[in-house]
């Protein structure tokens, strides 16, 4: 027979059990209230002077001033992102070194790439959306359509004659239009640029006929009156543009194509670190200097906390994925 435990040296082994737990519960916050004590680095993995690397500077003063510590500001770019995010993934989880992703290096490479130096979906923590952007469909000036639905009756009536430039392959410039084609069932071949000012000008010479693309990418050549703008991919109208209807508008309800970015820490970050960071830079962006910052690089502020910034990152991975994978897009 095991001998008994005695009632007192019970009370004594639940009493150390729960003086543990209670230690331990008190240590976790207390790292979130002690960083940071040093820079914090954001990786860019992009040139400096880009919308993502302008996101995170416009933040940095609001973020400077919670933390008592400068943000550092370090671009990584190349290989559609890849490079800066990977560079996230292997740092160490201490919060002193995040990233800034967008929907190419998140949710796209998995699908075009066979082998990737990072997983995103284990290797990064989603902390918050910062900014979403919609493409606008721009067709040459004297095009005969003036409306999407126009033009869809215009690019079925070609057979497979239409031709559409994009930014880079793999962007959410080619990936929108795929999208586009898919939903409203018309054939188009890929002509892909680097980059918007090549891709907008073969449009308004007519060497292609028409461009998902950001629109101010686009504004100088609708300015000029080299392009028209017939639709744009968000759910709702622009407020900078009201009279340009949604592609939802023109019969496909749902339809939802926005290029999007924020912020990422390597997995192994603590919970409440990542808390911590989401609500300063929640606080940061609510801030009119930041939103109007934004608001003229005709870019939406998001917002939320992380499990609906991860939640959002899987709807846009599983979508974007069937496309990808039914046009065979691949960058090995």
Known sequence: MKPSISRRHLSTLIAAALSVFALVALAQPAVAQSWPDKPVRVIVPAPAGSSLDVIVRSMG?????????????????????????????????DGYTLGIGFNGPIAFAPFMFKKMAYDPAKDLLPIVLTTSQPNVLAVPANHPANNLREF???????????????VGLGSSSHLSMELLKTTAGFEATHVPFNGSPPAAMSVAQGETQALLAVEPALLALVQGGRLKLLAVTSPQRLAARPELPTVAEAGFTGFDALAWNGLFAPAGTSAEIIHRINVDVNAAMAEPAFRQTMAKQGLIVGGGSAAKFKSFIDSESRKWGAIITKAGITLD
């Open 152 to 166: 869809l009756v215009w690019a079925k009536s070609q057979g497979n004659k239409v031709s559409y430039a994009s």
């Open 61 to 93: 003063e609001a973020l400077k001033s919670r933390w008592g510590q400068p943000l550092i500001v370090d671009n990584k770019p190349g290989a559609g992102g890849t490079i800066g995010m990977d560079a996230v993934a292997k740092a160490a989880p």
